[in-house]
């Protein structure tokens, strides 16, 4: 192949494209280094071409081309995604949508000043802390409040505040790993402590506990195994066990929740979740949980507990490292006042999915099906289960309704018709189960439902 060198020749120079009215354009818009940036790239594209024996693109096609590439430059990274998985609390989404009310009370405090640590009465500097604080102790009946950015950083700080260079005695059968490297033995190591295991992975009893303690005992630690579950021949120790031999021996007794559910769960058809008043009222010094999981609010730790506890928390260093940011604390805060007015079930995103009734479902994916039909998609319904995710009540499922697109009804791969939702502008996350590919209406927000249907379309119909 002989190289035609002229074409090389033709090829226009940064500096001219960006003299043309269209590189003017794309300065304004994008910034003059930004565009060069661009057109180099597509020059250095094109080069490449004319060396397999290409011929010289158009200017017009050069400034098109890094057009394309600067937009899709500004567009943003972290973006919205329709969770048609039937995981309620999926980490890697995001865990729990917002309520509106949450949305809008971080506009209002994140777009102005605040009285964030400034007591507006007095004049003078205020905690970040006392915003939340009574409403949690209201909602949990804990004498004291506290909160971090989240419930790892709530664990860490609670063991290195009231147990450092102690032991810590922890049943075998909570020695878990949460999931993204949170595992309990290496937080404990982290926090200075040292980790003393009793029983064994199905059973532990009071007994064990008893024994392990030394007078370099600090704390008894409880952790709710999450995604992880034990069943068959087991055992365990219930907090008013552990805090009846704790306080006899003059130590503390701290229970991480992990979900921290305020709301009976067996309401919901779902098995019992151990909330923080009913481990407060069993006798824990300290429980912490996270924001952001059965809670249905933001990232977030919580730590409610004895007075005198929270202030050793509130005042230990690394308080500062872990606390919880002026965003985060005015959607938390209007979380909890969903609570305390009793309208967590119709306001709080998750809550509204747990509840919403069979017949709700149905109706919704019946219109999908009807939607579909209409441009010849052959889709059909199908019963399933729903999930709470989060490392929450693992097993636990939701009967569902779903949408079933069978591998011999669409005109690709299911693998392909996945990844090509993944690919819509908002994308779309379905699971494929036994040649079909579902999608369930219980975690894909109400408003989202047009989107679900005109994603569908745009690829099947
Ligand atoms: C999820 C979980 C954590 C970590 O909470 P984050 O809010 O994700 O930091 C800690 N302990 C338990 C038992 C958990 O389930």
Request: charged share 20%; hydrophobic share 40%; net charge negative.
């Amino acid at each position: 192949m002989t190289l035609d060198t002229n074409q090389f020749r033709l090829l226009p120079s940064v500096d001219e494209l960006l003299r043309t009215p269209p590189g003017e354009a794309l300065s304004a818009a994008f910034s003059r280094p930004l565009t060069a940036s661009a057109l180099r790239f597509c020059l250095a594209e094109a080069r490449d071409k004319i060396r397999a024996g290409g011929l010289c693109p158009s200017s017009e096609s050069l400034l098109a081309a890094a057009e394309l590439q600067l937009q899709q430059r500004f567009l943003p990274h972290l973006r919205p995604v329709i969770n048609a998985t039937g995981v309620i609390i999926n980490t890697n989404l995001g865990r729990a949508p917002l309520s509106l009310e949450a949305l809008q009370a971080v506009d209002r405090i994140s777009t102005g000043y605040s009285n964030l640590e400034y007591d507006v009465e007095a004049g003078m500097r205020g905690s970040r802390h006392t915003h939340v604080e009574q409403v949690l102790k209201d909602l949990t009946g804990a004498e004291a409040a506290l909160v971090t950015n989240n419930n790892a950083a709530a664990v860490l700080l609670g063991l290195s505040a009231l147990a450092l260079g102690h032991e810590v005695v922890i049943s075998r059968g909570q020695l878990v790993e949460i999931g993204g490297g949170f595992r309990v033995p290496d937080v404990l190591r982290q926090s200075g402590c040292q980790l003393v295991e009793v029983g064994t992975t199905n059973r532990t009893r009071i007994a064990d506990y008893a024994a392990a303690i030394t007078e370099r005992t600090a704390i008894l630690l409880s952790v709710h195994p999450s995604n992880f579950l034990i069943t068959g021949f087991t055992e365990s120790t219930s907090i008013a066990e552990l805090a009846e031999l704790a306080h006899a021996r003059d130590l503390l007794v701290m229970d991480d929740l992990g979900s921290g559910c305020l709301l009976n769960c067996e309401k919901y058809g779902l098995s019992h979740e151990p909330t923080p008043q009913e481990s407060l009222e069993a006798g824990a010094d300290v429980v912490c949980f996270s924001g952001d999981k059965l809670l249905g609010g933001p990232q977030a730790g919580i730590l409610v507990g004895k007075a005198a506890v929270i202030a050793r928390l509130a005042k230990h260093p690394l308080m500062r490292a872990v606390r919880i940011d002026k965003m985060t604390l005015a959607a938390l805060e209007t979380t909890l006042r969903h609570y305390q007015r009793g309208e967590a079930e119709t306001k709080i995103p998750i809550w509204r999915m747990i509840s919403t009734p069979t017949e709700k479902l149905i109706q919704r994916v019946d219109s999908w099906v009807q939607q579909l039909k209409q441009h010849g998609i052959t889709a059909r319904t199908q019963v399933g289960m729903s999930t709470i995710g989060g490392g929450s009540l693992p097993g636990e499922t939701l009967p569902t309704t779903l949408l079933a697109l069978d591998a011999d009804s669409v005109p690709y791969a299911l693998d392909t018709l996945s990844q090509r939702l993944r690919a819509h502008t908002t994308p779309v996350i379905t699971r494929i189960l036994h040649d079909t590919l579902l999608l369930d209406p219980r975690t894909v927000l109400e408003e989202q439902d047009t989107e679900v249907v005109s994603a569908l379309l745009t690829l099947l119909a």
